[in-house]
């Protein structure tokens, strides 16, 4: 069974994802980290985000995920790949057409054959369309901006709200307009507006739909 998790930046996915998964005993995939990673290497090497500076980089580059950790060329990143920063670069390289097909093609293999969650912008319309529940998460910006901020004050990571809002909202504008698997919900998705939930309660909701309780 795929289920499929679809929503902006800072909506809660990848906690919902991860509580989620762990409540159904499946596999948990955060294909975001994917992007997160392929900007990371080019940040460190310092290669310019374009169709052709980074087709040559994917040549020698290693991208894969299991026991909840995102491994480049070997190494566990899970750690370096959470800065602001890092997550603006990850909107601009996941907008290449040539980093969407390798990345979806990654994604499907690694999920072939289990039961598993996965979440990020075009699971639900591109990467599985035919999943077997799809669930499109968001909440305002200013909750978003908010819960990513106290994340990363969490993580001594040093920022202020009013970047990381600003972060956000052009965030969500290249996503959604991007030419390639722009951020859209699938139309058969069910919508959770996580303004005012709790992530628990939202994984109540999602693990009671599947069980057959789709009532909120």
Same mark, same amino acid.
């Given at each position: 069974m795929i289920i499929a998790i679809d929503g902006p930046s800072g909506?809660? =996915?990848?906690?919902?994802?991860?509580?989620?998964? =762990?409540?159904?005993?499946f596999e948990y995939i955060d294909t975001g980290a994917m992007y997160r /990673?392929?900007?990371?290497?080019?940040? !460190? $090497?310092?290669i310019e985000i374009n169709e052709i500076e980074i087709a040559e980089m994917l =040549?020698?580059?290693? !991208?894969?995920?299991y026991d909840n950790q995102i491994y480049l060329d070997g190494e566990n990143v899970e750690s370096l790949i959470?800065?602001?920063a890092i997550s603006l670069a990850a909107s601009k390289i996941s907008a290449l057409? #040539? #980093?969407?097909? =390798?990345? #979806?093609? !990654?994604q499907r293999k690694i999920a072939a054959n289990k039961n598993a969650v996965l979440e990020g912008r075009d699971i639900g319309t591109i990467v599985f369309p035919d999943a077997d529940y799809k669930f499109f998460i968001t909440a305002s910006v200013e909750e978003r /901006?908010?819960?990513?901020y106290e994340q990363l004050k969490a993580n001594k990571l040093k920022t202020d709200y /009013?970047? #990381?809002?600003?972060?956000m909202i052009k965030r969500d504008k290249n996503d959604s307009t991007? $030419?390639?698997?722009p951020l859209k919900m699938a139309e058969d998705a069910v919508l959770i507006d996580t303004s005012k939930m709790e992530l628990t309660e939202v994984v109540k909701y999602i693990a009671g739909y599947i069980g057959g309780n789709n009532v909120l």
């Open positions: 909506a809660g =996915k990848s906690t919902v994802a991860r509580l989620l998964s =762990k409540e159904l005993g /990673a392929l900007a990371y290497k080019a940040y !460190i $090497q310092g =040549k020698t580059t290693n !991208i894969n995920y959470r800065e602001e057409k #040539v #980093v969407r097909e =390798k990345m #979806v093609e !990654i /901006a908010r819960r990513r /009013a970047n #990381v809002l600003n972060d991007r $030419q390639f698997s």
